[in-house]
């Protein structure tokens, strides 16, 4: 497949795609999130891949959704077209995602990688919602997911003042999980990667759903559903296969089955 906005790579059970806009710093027009969709489809139905990994060039992750594209738009054109139904794709994929982060995560950027599992960043990152200096609001899930990782004073300020967040306050407020050195960012995201590979996809993709349940619905709902989920996952092969590996001390070989 001829991909324009993207580069797809495979490597050791990992998917890694790459925003690939560099003249307009990754702004994500409709075909890049097109694209990002099709590829996404792609890993999510190949069975060698378990964990997949997005991420930008050294200067920008993504810096907002593409505003050329947008500014001529009037509100009967969006609104029938639903338009960022086709971005909302990304949050509802099942296997887990990681985003690697360099320079500018602005915007749609910043709301791209908060639709990650977890986000990796490198020291020169810049998180912002910097929507309001364009009289618009964050259309991506930005008010709720940025609140939801850093809470409400942080996310207040930064919405309302355009402020950007750099990579250690990022961390220490929870947004991303980990900071490292440009030159070591996306090996380090990439071995994260593969370590999640390794593991039963059967077991990773029911962490991911139950740790996601936890911003849906009430401690107890969300505890019930965790419970269950335990249990059922004692009808699988690698629930054996771990637990006597580990007996027999070996390392697993899972099969997702
Ligand atoms: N959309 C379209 N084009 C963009 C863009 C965007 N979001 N961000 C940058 N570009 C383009 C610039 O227009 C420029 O193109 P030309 O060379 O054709 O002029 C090119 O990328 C390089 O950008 P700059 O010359 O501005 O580079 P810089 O290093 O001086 O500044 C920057 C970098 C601070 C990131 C600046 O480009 C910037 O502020 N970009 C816009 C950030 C923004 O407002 N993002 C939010 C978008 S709205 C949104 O995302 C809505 C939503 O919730 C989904």
Not at 31 to 51: K, R, V
Not at 125 to 134: G, I, R, S
Not at 212 to 236: D, I, Q, Y
Request: net charge neutral; charged share 25%.
């Amino acid at each position: 497949m001829q991909w324009d906005t993207i580069l797809l790579e495979k490597r050791n059970g990992v998917g890694l795609i790459t925003l690939n806009r560099p003249k307009s710093l990754n702004a994500l027009n409709t075909q890049l999130i097109s694209e990002m969709n099709q590829a996404l489809d792609q890993l999510e139905t190949d069975p060698e891949i378990g964990c997949i990994v997005l991420t930008g060039s050294e200067k920008a992750f993504a810096a907002g959704a593409d505003i050329k594209e947008m500014v001529e738009l009037s509100f009967p054109n969006i609104y029938f077209d639903d338009f960022f139904t086709l971005a909302d794709r990304i949050a509802q994929r099942r296997k887990p995602l990681i985003a690697a982060v360099s320079g500018y995560a602005l915007g749609g950027g910043c709301e791209l990688a908060l639709m990650c599992d977890f986000i990796y960043c490198a020291e020169n990152a810049k998180f912002a919602l910097p929507e309001v200096t364009l009289g618009v609001l964050p259309g991506i899930g930005g008010t709720q997911r940025l609140t939801l990782a850093v809470g409400k004073a942080k996310a207040m300020e930064m919405c309302l003042t355009a402020r950007q967040m750099g990579a250690q306050e990022a961390e220490k407020s929870g947004l991303v999980a980990r900071v490292f050195s440009q030159q070591e960012l996306l090996e380090q995201t990439l071995q994260a990667a593969e370590k999640i590979a390794e593991k039963s996809l059967i077991s990773v993709m029911m962490i991911k759903e139950s740790i996601n349940r936890a911003f849906e619905v009430s401690l107890a709902e969300g505890l019930r559903f965790e419970r269950r989920t335990f249990h059922s996952v004692f009808a699988t092969l690698d629930q054996k296969e771990g637990m006597r590996a580990f007996i027999e001390k070996r390392p697993a070989k899972f099969t997702n089955r």
